[in-house]
């Protein structure tokens, strides 16, 4: 049944055997070296076909319905999440449209206002008093010293 026994009908690359019996090139390798599963090695190519009796045998023990139920059940459950991030993504973006449509009526400077002294005619030339000077904001006195 090892390298020294005659050919099956049953002949798979390292890599079918892995898919069908669901487990790693790797361990079908290990498992050669060991010589713990049936193969066959192809003097011409050097290459290594592994022979299987029965086709439905399976080296990890556990039942294909219950590895596909439990896949589905978490392709289903990434699904969902995906979909709940995409709306959460989508719901921000409406939020950061909303606000940069506010920004421009934000930052737009006020209209500026005429100065008095300015504004009459005649008085041009005149120099006010000292007294008579704006006012200073706290914040450019906090800010500006």
């Given at each position: 049944?090892?390298?020294?026994?005659?050919?099956?009908?049953?002949?798979?690359?390292?890599?079918e055997a892995a898919k069908r019996l669901n487990v790693s090139e790797a361990?079908?390798?290990?498992?050669?070296?060991?010589e713990s599963i049936a193969y066959e090695k192809d003097e011409e190519t050097n290459r290594v076909y592994i022979v299987l009796e029965d086709t439905d045998e399976r080296l990890d023990d556990v039942e294909p319905d219950i590895e596909h139920s439990s896949e589905r059940e978490l392709i289903d459950t990434l699904q969902e999440q995906l979909r709940l991030e995409r709306e959460a993504s989508a719901e921000l973006r409406r939020i950061i449209a909303g606000l940069t449509?506010?920004?421009p009526a934000i930052e737009a400077p006020p209209e500026p206002r005429e100065d008095p002294e300015?504004?009459?005619p005649g008085m041009e030339g005149v120099e006010t008093p000292l007294a008579e000077?704006?006012?200073v904001s706290w914040w450019r006195k906090l800010f500006f010293g």
């Amino acid at each position: 049944m090892y390298a020294d026994e005659p050919t099956s009908n049953h002949r798979f690359t390292v890599k079918e055997a892995a898919k069908r019996l669901n487990v790693s090139e790797a361990a079908i390798r290990q498992r050669i070296q060991r010589e713990s599963i049936a193969y066959e090695k192809d003097e011409e190519t050097n290459r290594v076909y592994i022979v299987l009796e029965d086709t439905d045998e399976r080296l990890d023990d556990v039942e294909p319905d219950i590895e596909h139920s439990s896949e589905r059940e978490l392709i289903d459950t990434l699904q969902e999440q995906l979909r709940l991030e995409r709306e959460a993504s989508a719901e921000l973006r409406r939020i950061i449209a909303g606000l940069t449509q506010r920004i421009p009526a934000i930052e737009a400077p006020p209209e500026p206002r005429e100065d008095p002294e300015t504004a009459s005619p005649g008085m041009e030339g005149v120099e006010t008093p000292l007294a008579e000077e704006k006012p200073v904001s706290w914040w450019r006195k906090l800010f500006f010293g």
